[in-house]
């Protein structure tokens, strides 16, 4: 049973009742089921579920109490994730409607779109949920969209590639670097990416966190200086063709260096070959292990 005087900051305690009686009957409950159908396997009414609902109530911070209660364990490892879901809408009366991009269908459907977080345990490799977020795309980012779909109208029918004689363009390096920005998911992500880690700090001080686990469409620069910031190192699946250098082996800041070449020192080293590292040739089930061991390593010194 739920002790009231540990969630009472996050929600009212004439509210505790009535949110058990939810959660016990929608595990009673074997099919999808509304308001109506609660207030049939509950005593309250369906203006009672209503009113409950209305109310503003702090769920990642109550999500989290009762990890901290009933789940956590001291000295165990847990993996931070987060990922975007998308669900199918067919009308445009939903809030936050608009087209995302679906994985499973390959392009951009009429949805709605929410960014989750869980915490997952290394060593039972379960996950609990926190809690989650909706992307609303604003008014700038449906005028970008649309001047994104006008391109794309305007480029149909014609040859691919550009005319001759024409030069390159100069490159826009300000734009570039703030494109993530730009878009609703990493905006949303990093509310709510440091809404979580604040709440982590507050109510789990000594949780043995240090990795964060993200897709491969998270894999750029301003995610991984948003998690550097918190402390955390991100895991991610790398793309099909990525471009990674070593840095260079000869020491750039050294003056006294004999035979130094003249010009700009090198930027980049020798370039990463992905498919000959030893994870990448190892089986599925090998870089499963592999993976769990380097973090349970890790995470104790």
């Known amino acids: 049973m739920l002790d009231r005087n540990n969630f009472s900051r996050c929600i009212a305690r004439a ?3 009535i949110l058990w009686e939810i959660l016990h009957s929608f595990l009673c409950i074997s099919y999808g089921g509304g308001i109506r159908t609660l207030s049939r396997y509950t005593t309250y009414s369906e203006r009672s579920l209503f009113r409950f609902i209305r109310q503003t109530i702090n769920w990642n911070s109550l999500f989290l109490r009762i990890f901290k209660c009933f789940i956590h364990k001291e000295g165990c490892i847990y993996l931070l994730v987060a990922d975007e879901t998308v669900e199918s809408k067919s009308r445009k009366s939903t809030f936050g409607q608009g087209r995302f991009y679906s994985s499973v269908l390959q392009t951009a459907i009429n949805s709605v779109c929410f960014f989750g977080f869980s915490l997952v ?3 039972s490799e379960k996950s609990y949920f926190l809690g989650l977020n909706q992307v609303v795309h604003n008014e700038q980012d449906k005028a970008r969209i649309a001047v994104e779909k006008a391109k794309r ?3 149909k029918g014609k040859p ?3 005319k ?4 390159n363009a100069p490159q826009k390096s300000d734009v570039a670097a703030d494109a993530p920005e730009q878009t609703a998911s990493f905006r949303t992500f990093k509310t709510f990416f440091e809404s979580i880690m604040s709440l982590l700090s507050s109510l789990l001080p000594g949780l043995n966190l240090s990795y964060l686990i993200l897709d491969s469409a998270y894999g750029n620069s301003k995610y991984l200086q948003l998690a550097k910031e918190k402390g955390l190192c991100v895991i991610s699946k790398l793309r099909q063709s990525p471009a990674l250098f070593f840095l260079p082996d000869t020491p750039q800041n050294d003056t006294d260096t004999p035979n130094k070449k003249r010009g700009r020192p090198q930027k980049y080293g020798r370039k990463v070959d992905i498919k000959t590292c030893p994870i990448h040739s190892s089986s599925p089930k090998n870089r499963k292990r592999h993976t769990l061991h380097h973090l ?3 995470g104790i010194q």
């Open 296 to 298: 349970s390593i890790s």
């Open 160 to 162: 691919k590639g550009r």
């Open 15 to 17: 509210n505790v009742g």
């Open 153 to 155: 109208a305007a480029g």
């Open 121 to 123: 345990e290394v060593d």
């Open 164 to 167: 001759k004689g024409t030069k």
